[in-house]
């Protein structure tokens, strides 16, 4: 193994970014973000998601030196055209309209459209509890997921993630996959030969089954059974049609076999306590805090907190990489 | 079976609550809910209500002539201070100032305060569809439902419905508890003297459990797992302390052993696509279209089909009581 100190960290994500053509704000942005996961323990979207980045680049499916367009669309609606770039500098350049909109209407939404999408929603979710406000963010994917009571991949993986500030501590979030398993599980489960558990999906003739490589090639299944197919399609539409974005089918049409990451938009709506409740917004928020408690107090945790962990160990021994893994990225630097 | 036209079923329902002293505007709002459900052959939501909404009154636990307060609380919040009343009455008051602030800002909330709660939500979520609205509406209950981890009650069975208009046909609406099973379903199987299916709760002394008796004096559990149990806690904060209402434990404890419904808040977000999407709205809302048919061209259903089935059944039918529940009803009405 070979351990970097989150500097180091940066630094390897700045170089292989820069030297592989990417303007200096996506390199900042997507760094911080990959850099993000990877502090957090959160290793399939940390360093090693630069493989898949630099593979878009390669594949034509992302441009390096996008520059996105805001557009004030509605008196609480921002969107951010990325131009085809990482979602990451879009998101950045949307977030001081989005809070500024929702400080002023109290509730705003900000669109991001034309992106391509690899990361965690978490990280963006925290950047607006870190400004006090309450988020929630989604996004469709590939085509991969079939619906309850079907079996042909129509949804994306389709993840759904909220945050809640809290006074002097790491906010409530949670960001998951309305796909009973993330994509990555599968292809985990692939490489290391093991089964998956039953319910992860259909094998291409619609049986249910336990191969990871069948259930690549069917379809896999939402969480929550049909509950969770329509929180599923409610992200496609939302985030999709909604936004005048692709859907996972069109998006995984786009692809058209390159692999690379899905191509489409995200939808960030952020709810400002302080607007909501006015001068009783802290005798609220600690109303809140008696919530987390209830729950913390009989043994069970609030989502995020293993991350939370991760990120105070990363922060003393910095981070920790495979020597495989690690040549791989060091590959990626263009001399 | 007793038969009733819908004019008839109404007709029992004003009777019932004029007669037990409810004002003519909670007598039309209410009386519209429970037909709608009835209608629907959503029966658990329908007629037999009424039964509980005069226990709640004579509990002394709704208001009878609460006039709703409307409070302009943000250019895209609306707040309705129920007053006690039942919910209808106060989304009625709510909507007119909901829409108009859609529509202006793109995305906006109603946040209803200090209500009593007992019905479906898909019915006010179907009131905005109509109005060409997307919508998300949400609420806590009373504390039956375990977190993810825990087996002591915390989450009340929190409902999220989610609407998107349709053009020519009726919306795209799913309205889920995120607790693994309704109350009523417990209820159903306790009365018919069913065991209940592993996974929809534990006992008191937190074990699995498949005795409904059990299970209504321990704790129910979250539908998906942890997923589930995410979604009730951002239930209990975005329509408990972030609208400066009641989170689903403090709803129990203001019930006081009286089981009445749940007193509390409910939060409702509806967003204007005209406003997303401007002159290309038309054609983004059939690109959800294609959507649809993706899913039901493979044979899956869309989430409220039966429902829509069910409705057309009653316009042309009427609806069905057992002798015994058209009974109970009957002797609801005061003379």
Known sequence: MIRLTLEQARELAHDILRSN????PHVQAVA????????DGYSTHGLYRLVACVHALKAGKVVADAVPEMID????IVRVDARGGFSQLAFRAGVPALLAKARQA???????????????????????????????????????????????PVFGTNPIAFGWPRAGQPPFVFDFATSAAARV?????????????EGWGVDA????????????????????????????????????????????????????????????????????PRRFLGSACDQHLARAETLFASIQDQGARLPSQRRYQARAGSAERGVQLSQAQYDELRALIVA
């Open 73 to 76: 669309q509605a008196p609480a």
């Open 21 to 24: 053509g990417f303007s200096e």
């Open 205 to 272: 003739q619609g049986r249910p089954s336990t191969d990871p490589a069948a259930v690549l090639q069917g379809a896999m299944l939402t969480f929550g059974g049909y509950k969770g197919s329509a929180l599923a399609a409610m992200v496609e539409l939302i985030a999709g049609p909604l936004i005048g974005d692709l859907t996972s089918a069109e998006s995984l049409a786009f692809d058209a076999g390159s692999q690379a990451t899905p191509y489409h938009g995200e939808l960030i709506i952020a709810l400002d």
């Open 32 to 39: 911080a973000t990959v850099l993000a996961c990877e502090r």
């Open 185 to 197: 599980d599968l292809e985990r489960h692939q490489r290391s030969g093991q089964p998956i558990p």
């Open 106 to 152: 109290g509730i705003a939404a900000l669109a991001i459209n034309h992106c391509v999408h690899f990361s965690a929603l978490w990280v963006e979710i925290e950047e607006l509890t870190e400004a006090g406000l309450v988020a929630l963010a989604c996004t469709p994917a590939h085509a991969w997921v079939a619906p309850a009571g079907g079996s042909q």
